[in-house]
């Protein structure tokens, strides 16, 4: 299992950027896919999840802001990040559980500037 995150940047506060990841090695159109980030200092938190069949889960702190989708065709999951705020700054992962194991992308630096 290979899943590759890109799209991340440095961008004032209120920009936007898109994130991309790419899985392979999986039956991609019958999992769960996430997005996660990890700040300095803290734990990896969930940001927003897609089941297979659309149904989508946001963390409280980006409710509203961020999207998450996905493109069974091109194996790829994406994350719409909007009204971009300083504490948005972590490093972001895309993740899968597969087989009862957690696969992690190796990761994509987000930096908002205030």
């Known amino acids: 299992v290979q899943l590759q995150a890109y799209g991340g940047g440095s961008v004032q506060a209120g920009g936007s950027l898109r994130l991309s990841c790419k899985a392979s090695?999986?039956?991609?159109?019958?999992?769960?896919l996430g997005w996660y980030r990890q700040a300095p200092g803290e734990q990896r938190d969930l940001v927003a999840q897609?089941?297979?069949?659309?149904?989508?889960n946001y963390a409280d702190s980006v409710n509203g802001r961020f999207a998450i989708s996905r493109d069974n065709v091109r194996r790829s999951l994406y994350l719409q990040l909007s009204d971009l705020k300083p504490e948005d700054t972590a490093v972001y992962y895309c993740?899968?559980?597969?087989?009862?194991?957690?696969?992690w992308g190796q990761g994509t630096q987000v930096t908002v500037a205030s």
């Open positions: 993740s899968v559980n597969y087989k009862g194991r957690d696969y």
């Open positions: 090695g999986i039956n991609f159109s019958i999992h769960t």
């Open positions: 897609m089941t297979s069949s659309g149904i989508t």
